[in-house]
């Protein structure tokens, strides 16, 4: 008997060890500011993917247009479809949100990706402007270091902040999203160091990003393109 449950817990533990779990990881590109993703769990059956919508600001319906829905490695071909879901709203089916902060919590099920794995993206078939997370970030150093970017920022403490997205920026040349370097020109806008701002904007410009065109309205909404192409 005792040798049955020493087995039983060996292969427990086995099973759980061969098991990686990334809770809060960052996103690079998503729909809506108020959908994170909770929690990621690949095991050798199975990639989990948790999702969260919060209604932050009294959101519109909320539902997924097909379960014609892959997930793949950023930058990669190979696609692994949904196997199955849990309280996903796909169309005709809406959740309409009651109160403000209400949260909507679904779980997708899709084959597991070979490792390692380092970011993906969760994707609709065809072009779906409603669902989707591109740039889903796994990799544990370079999710800390965003981390620890954005807290500092709403802490107040700028430098620091812009010391975590320099490394961002410099950590890894194969994350093809503009995160990073959108915020280190924010920054260093925002403390009129226009010659460095400059600098860094040239880097971005010079680099392929999936999300440079959302970056780049963002940075000419807020007037900064138009202050260091007039300086120049």
Do not use: C
Not at 28 to 56: C, D, F, G, H, W
């Amino acid at each position: 008997m005792k040798r049955t449950l020493l087995l039983s817990l060996l292969l427990i533990f086995m099973l759980g060890a061969k098991a990686q779990v990334v809770y809060n990881p960052n996103v690079a590109i998503k729909p809506l500011v108020s959908m994170s993703v909770y929690k990621v769990e690949m095991t050798p059956q199975a990639t989990i993917v948790t999702i969260r919508l919060r209604n932050q600001n009294q959101l519109t319906p909320f539902y997924i247009e097909s379960k014609n829905l892959y997930i793949q490695k950023t930058g990669e071909f190979e696609a692994y479809k949904l196997v199955k879901s849990e309280n996903v709203p796909f169309a005709p089916k809406k959740h309409i949100f009651s109160f403000k902060d209400e949260i909507l919590e679904f779980t997708l099920h899709f084959p597991p990706m070979p490792k390692p794995v380092k970011y993906f993206d969760i994707k609709v078939e065809g072009d779906s402007k409603r669902f989707y997370l591109q740039g889903v970030i796994l990799d544990h150093d370079l999710n800390s270091e965003i981390t620890r970017g954005f807290r500092a920022a709403q802490q107040g403490d700028i430098n620091k902040s812009l010391e975590a997205f320099i490394n961002v920026a410099e950590m890894d040349m194969y994350f093809e999203f503009g995160l990073a370097y959108f915020n280190v020109i924010y920054i260093l806008a925002e403390q009129k160091r226009w010659a460095e701002a400059g600098e860094w904007y040239k880097k971005f410009q010079e680099r392929f990003f999936y999300d440079k065109k959302i970056h780049q309205n963002y940075l000419e909404g807020m007037g900064i393109i138009q202050h260091l192409e007039e300086g120049r």
